[in-house]
């Protein structure tokens, strides 16, 4: 191999290195994972509202199973659904524009029950009951538990069915 060729090899080398290492600093591209931490308990009453999920579920979950680190975490009503009280997660744009995003909400069962159905399945498994649908916004993974109180729990632009799951399961451990 001549000399030029060499360095031309080298260089290019190593602005590949750079821009890899670069894009896995950013913290963006990470693969989603399994949530890890402890959900506080979740004390269900009359009053949903009271309810603040942006604090027991913990923020490293959300970030495990987006593969995205959070940029925000307000509180969230379901699309002015009164009686609901949620957590919205925003995980900002990647580099092609498309938004991350998620979001938890505790509802009455009624909003379970009243959902408008569209490319809705069954999943076993998690509480007494849950289906994912089609949401206005994204895949949604809706859960009843002992008939007292649904929550809903979804990811989008990007659909991710398994995050749902994972966070729904440790969701249902922590209510009481």
Known sequence: MTAN????????TLFTLIAALSL???????L?????????PITISD??????????????????????KLVST????????????????DAGK?????????????????????QPLYENVN???IGDEAYF?????ARELWVKIDNKVAFVVAFGDVPNEAGAKAIARILVAAIK
């Open 5 to 12: 060729r060499m360095h031309t090899f080298i260089l290019v």
């Open 24 to 30: 896995a600093a950013c913290g963006q591209t990470a």
């Open 32 to 40: 989603p994972s399994e949530p890890k931490a402890t959900v506080a």
């Open 47 to 68: 009053d949903l509202t009271k309810s603040d999920l942006c604090q027991a579920i913990p923020k490293e979950d959300i970030e495990a199973v987006m593969g995205r």
């Open 74 to 89: 307000p509180r969230f009503e379901y699309y002015d659904t009164p009686g609901t009280s949620g957590c919205w997660y």
């Open 94 to 114: 990647d580099a092609s524009g498309e938004a991350h995003f998620g979001y938890v909400v505790l509802t009455p069962v009624d909003v379970y029950n009243s």
């Open 123 to 125: 999943v076993s498994g």
């Open 133 to 137: 649908n089609n949401g206005a916004a």
